[in-house]
């Protein structure tokens, strides 16, 4: 079993920065793929960004690259999500998900367990 816990969202102005986090206990934390994805009204979740086990590849949408960036900490088991120049179409409730997989995840695909997410809201 595998407790995820975001935290850190909340409303910002376009053009600030938030950092979210998602705090995992349970299963090891640095044996598999995290990831972080949203899911705006009316929309299917999408996949973010993700980050391999040792944190040494990370994959983004295109929507993102340049303007957010994954971590980890295996020491304090903890994924963060770092978002700067947020735009309006940012706006969405972020969930970070793991896996077991020591492959860089991109898709859903894979991910076993999920948070219950944090809402951001980016107002222009």
């Known amino acids: 079993q595998v407790l995820l816990v975001e935290s850190g969202g909340g409303l910002i102005q376009a053009g600030d920065s938030l950092r979210i986090s998602c705090a995992a206990s349970?299963?090891?934390?640095?044996?598999?793929?995290m990831g972080w994805f949203r899911q705006a009204p009316g929309k299917e979740r999408e996949v973010v960004a993700s980050i391999n086990w040792s944190g040494s590849a990370t994959y983004y949408v295109d929507s993102v690259k340049g303007r957010f960036t994954i971590s980890r900490d295996n020491v304090e088991n903890t994924l963060y999500l770092q978002m700067n120049s947020l735009k309006p179409e940012d706006t969405a409730v972020y969930y970070c998900?793991?896996?077991?997989?020591?492959?860089?995840?991109?898709?859903?695909?894979?991910?076993?367990?999920w948070g219950q997410g944090t809402q951001v809201t980016v107002s222009s």
């Open positions: 349970g299963r090891t934390f640095r044996s598999g793929s």
């Open positions: 998900a793991s896996s077991r997989s020591i492959l860089l995840l991109t898709t859903k695909s894979g991910y076993d367990y």
